[in-house]
């Protein structure tokens, strides 16, 4: 799939994704983590925020909520209406250099292609303060291909491998890499990694 049908797919199936999920996973207990590990009142950018629920309404007030399609944006508007939202692609951002304290990338960046991966974390990198954090899904295996049927549509999905996307992040400048796993919002459970910017 290319850009303009992966973002169809997701104007097509934000509403279904969002009525799917189980709102008990554990993977929002995470987050708890994450803004220990940040400053007092921190600014953190959701990437593929969808309709909220499930991470940016955890989030402290006034954060970012950034994802490709305009109807997960418009659910986000009405579950989180005190956040900000922008609808860009995560492969160029548009926010200053180290503008933001935290990033959290919810089952996110495996719907980019392999190749570009490595510019979304260079992204990351770019518009985090030196010493922020970022928490995000690390999948499991190396695929990439296109699910017919998901969610009665279909979704592009890719990832290089669970050690080949550690290390696309020790290369954009991430340190201190650790996992969790926690249960995710389809009633499975997935392991994500908490990675610090080098100072």
Do not use: K
Not at 4 to 13: D, F, G, K, M
Not at 166 to 178: C, I, K, N, P, S
């Amino acid at each position: 799939m290319d850009r303009n049908q992966r973002r169809e797919a997701w104007e097509e199936l934000s509403q279904t994704y969002a009525e799917r999920r189980d709102p008990t996973g554990t993977d929002a207990d995470l987050i708890d983590d994450l803004l220990a590990a940040l400053p007092p009142d921190p600014l953190v950018l959701d990437v593929g925020c969808g309709d909220g629920a499930r991470t940016l309404a955890n989030l402290p007030s006034g954060s970012l909520g950034l994802d490709f399609a305009r109807e997960g944006l418009s659910l986000a508007a009405e579950t989180v209406p005190d956040s900000r939202l922008l609808q860009a692609d995560m492969t160029a951002i548009p926010l200053a250099e180290g503008s933001v304290d935290g990033i959290t990338a919810y089952y996110a960046v495996f719907h980019v292609p392999r190749d570009r991966q490595p510019a979304v974390y260079r992204e990351f990198a770019r518009i985090l303060q030196p010493g922020g954090t970022l928490l995000m899904t690390l999948p499991s295996g190396r695929f990439q291909t296109v699910r017919r049927g998901w969610m009665g549509g279909q979704m592009f999905f890719a990832a290089p491998g669970r050690q080949e996307t550690l290390a696309q992040l020790r290369e954009a400048g991430f340190t201190d890499l650790r996992t969790e796993t926690a249960a995710d919002p389809l009633g499975s459970s997935s392991e994500f990694v908490f990675g610090r910017l080098e100072s």
